[in-house]
């Protein structure tokens, strides 16, 4: 039986299955392929949802107090001397009282692979939207920007990768509903198998809270060119939200190359440090290291002690 328009999966000009009843080599389509719709691809979203209140000002207190006989009015500096106190902090490498100062993130429209990679950095909490307890049989998805413009050769054909990748995340989809069935779509106890079929590309959702120690390595070696593109976007989204907020860590943040002069990758290099370098050089209120930003949140701009 064929299925009335309006329920049909709209057509992808020359993918692997046409809006017909046969795919390119003539084979038929099984009914179910026509009956799912077109599934959505999303990009990185950062956003900060908290940070500890007068960072700058609580990691000059931390350090201060090391070597404070007298601690009266330890609490009470004021925004600029404490911003001094943090950066010589941080060129002289004694790093531990960064650790007080902890920020939340909410980061979505990202992939599990991206997430992968981002658990690995122990030092920091999460909490990431399961794979169990939610339904994923209209999962969204991130599309590798790179294949832009690319074909992909199918049964002599030549398909535009993008639509190829959309077409395979739509057959993704059904099969993983038709499982979720076949496992009695009984929520938890089926999602959990059901998800093995489920790409690296779906989109998850995930809270992370990181202190500011482990947030400069993390900085470090994820927006190293090394670094997969998905994660050094969003680790300059990142940068773009805490540089503000706590310039005297920040400001000089970057790739490892940066603070140690030098790329450390030998053979690996990517080969731009001059590029790289001035990129990352001084913090530059106007300058954005990603784009699509949301708007600094305006108590991190008091708290840098901005004046806009
Ligand atoms: C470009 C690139 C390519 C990568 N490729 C691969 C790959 O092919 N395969 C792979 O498995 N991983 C890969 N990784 C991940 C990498 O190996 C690390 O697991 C990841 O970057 C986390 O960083 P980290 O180990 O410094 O730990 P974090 O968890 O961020 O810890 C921060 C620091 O704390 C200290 N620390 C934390 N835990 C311990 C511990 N148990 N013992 C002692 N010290 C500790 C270390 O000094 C560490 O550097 C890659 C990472 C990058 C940036």
Redesign the pocket.
């Known amino acids: 039986m064929i299925l009335p328009e309006k329920t049909r999966r709209p057509a992808i000009t020359g993918g692997i299955f046409a809006d017909s009843d046969f795919d390119a080599s003539g084979r038929k389509i099984p009914q179910y392929v026509l009956e799912i719709r077109t599934m959505k691809r999303v990009k990185a979203k950062v956003a900060l949802v908290s940070y500890s209140p007068k960072p700058q000002q609580l990691l000059a207190a931390a350090a201060k107090l090391c070597y404070a006989a007298d601690t009266d009015g330890l609490f009470g500096q004021d925004v600029v001397s404490s911003g001094k106190f943090v950066k010589m902090l941080c060129r002289l490498g004694h790093l531990s009282p960064l650790e007080h100062v902890t920020f939340t993130f909410h980061i979505e429209g990202v992939s599990r692979a991206m997430t992968h990679?981002l658990v690995?950095?122990?030092?920091a909490s999460y909490s990431q939207r399961s794979q169990r307890y939610v339904n994923h049989a209209e999962f969204e998805y991130v599309m590798p920007p790179q294949l832009k413009g690319k074909t992909v050769k199918v049964r002599g054909h030549k398909i535009d990768a993008g639509e190829y990748f959309a077409e395979t995340m739509t057959m993704i989809a059904e099969r993983y509903q038709k499982i979720n069935e076949a496992l009695g779509n009984t929520g938890e106890s089926s999602n959990e198998d059901a998800r093995y079929v489920l790409p690296n590309a779906c989109e998850t959702k995930i809270i992370m809270t990181m202190n500011a120690r482990?947030l400069l390595?993390?900085l470090e070696?994820?927006l190293?060119f090394?670094?997969q593109w998905e994660i050094r976007e969003v680790a300059n989204k990142i940068l773009d939200l805490v540089r503000p907020i706590l310039p005297g860590v920040f400001s000089g943040s970057g790739p490892k190359c940066v603070r140690l002069k030098r790329c450390p990758e030998g053979k690996l290099t990517c080969g731009k440090y001059a590029e790289v370098k001035a990129r990352y050089a001084e913090f530059n209120k106007t300058k954005r290291l990603s784009a699509d930003l949301p708007a600094l949140p305006t108590i991190g701009r008091e708290q840098a002690g901005f004046a806009d």
Do not use: D, K, V
């Open positions: 990679q690995r950095h122990r030092l482990e390595h993390f070696e994820r190293c090394r670094a």
